[in-house]
C-alpha cells in the first residue's frame, strides 16, 4: 500500500473549481515535485493536503490513516513557503523551538532536537541572530529547520527558492534533497522551474489547469511526453504536424510529432549513420542563440520552424544567418503527441 493516497480531490473557491478528482499515490520517502504553470492549481493541492485550505470532495489517506477530517496539527505535515514565515522577534534556535514548545516537550529536549536541527541545516553559530540579521538563504534554512524539528510524516515545500538567488538556490536544493534522503522523508515540493524539478525529483507530477497530466520519473516525463502541453512545457520540443511529418521525415500519423532540439544533428561528410537516422533535409538558418555549452539556431526547413541544439565547440564556427545546412533527425526519438 502507497503512503499518500489522495482520491478524488475536488477544490473550487466559489465557482471557480481549482481541480477535480485528482487521484494519486506517493510512496514511503519519495520526492514528488508538482509541476506546472502558474495558476494551474499548485499551491491549492498542497495547502489542501495540510488542511488550510479544506477540501469540497474526495479523501486524503496517510500511511493507512484516514486525515481528511484532521486538523491541520494532528496530520503531522510539515510546510515551507517561499515567503519564510518566521517569527521576526524570536532568535533562529526561539523560531526553530517553537512548534516543540506547543506540544509541551520538556525544555532539555527542545534543546537537544533544535541543536541537532540548526546543526542539519548548517545554521550552527547562527543560533542567536534575529531573522533580520540572515540573509535570504539561512531564513528558508531556518524554515526547513523549524518544519524538520517535529519529525513531519510529510514535508510539503511550495517554491521555498524562488525568492533566492540562482548560486544560493542550487546550493540549498541539494541541501534539501541530501537532508530529505538522509531522513528518508516523503515530499511533496512546488515548482514552476523544469529544470529544479527534473533535478531534484524522484518524480514528477506535470499539472496544467487542476489535472494531473502526467506522473513520471524526470527521464519519461522529458523522453515520452504524453501530450502536446508536456512536450512544450518540458525542453524546448519541436511539435511538427502530421502532414510535415509524412513529408520530412516519412512518419504516418493523425497527431502532430515531438522532436527534440538535442535530437537533430547536423549531417558531417563521410561519416556512416544507423538507419536510424532519416535522410538529410537541407535546412537554412534563420537566427541563433548562444546558451553557453550549446548553441541554438532556428532552422527553416521547408517552410517549417525548427528548433536544433548543437554543442558550442570551439574546433566549429558560428553558422550566420541564411547559411544551408543538412540536417538528419534521430527517427527513435520522434514521437506522436496527443493534442
Ligand atoms: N484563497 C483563494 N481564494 C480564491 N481563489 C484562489 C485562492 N487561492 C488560489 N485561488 C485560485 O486558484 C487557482 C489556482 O491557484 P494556485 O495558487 O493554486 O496556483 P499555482 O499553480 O500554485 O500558481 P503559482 O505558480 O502562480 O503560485 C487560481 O485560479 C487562483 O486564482
Known sequence: MSY???????????DNTVFE??????????????????GCGKSTLLR??????????????VNGENITQQTPQERGIGMVFQSYALFPNMTVEENV?????????????????????????????????????????????????????????ILLLDEPLSALDAKIRKHL?????????????????????QEEAMIMSDRIFLMDKGEIVQAGTPEEI????????????????????APKAKQLFDIETNWKVAIRPESIYVKEAGRQYGSHISAPQTGVIKNHQLLGNVIRYQVDVDDCELTVDLLNRSSERLLDAGSKLELL???????PVSA
Open 4 to 14: 499518500v493516497t489522495a482520491k478524488n480531490l475536488t477544490k473550487r473557491f466559489g
Open 21 to 38: 478528482n485528482v487521484d494519486f499515490t506517493i510512496e514511503k520517502g519519495e520526492f514528488i515535485t508538482l509541476l506546472g504553470p502558474s
Open 48 to 61: 489542501s493536503l495540510t488542511g488550510l485550505n479544506p477540501i469540497d470532495g474526495g479523501e486524503i489517506w
Open 97 to 153: 523551538a517553537f512548534g516543540l514548545k506547543m506540544k509541551n516537550m520538556a525544555s532539555g529536549d527542545i534543546q537537544r532536537e533544535v541543536a541537532k536541527v540548526i546543526e542539519l541545516v548548517e545554521l550552527k553559530g547562527r543560533e542567536k541572530h534575529y531573522p533580520h540579521q540572515l540573509s535570504g538563504g539561512q531564513r528558508q534554512r531556518v524554515a526547513l529547520a523549524r518544519a524538520l524539528v517535529v519529525k513531519p510524516r
Open 173 to 193: 536544493r541539494q541541501q534539501i534533497r541530501d537532508i530529505q534522503k538522509e531522513m528518508d522523508l516523503t515530499t511533496i515540493f512546488v515548482t514552476h522551474d
Open 222 to 241: 522529458y523522453t515520452q511526453p504524453a501530450n502536446e502541453f508536456v512536450a512544450g512545457f518540458m525542453g524546448h520540443y519541436n511539435l511538427v504536424d
Open 329 to 335: 533527425f534521430n527517427l527513435n526519438e520522434i514521437q
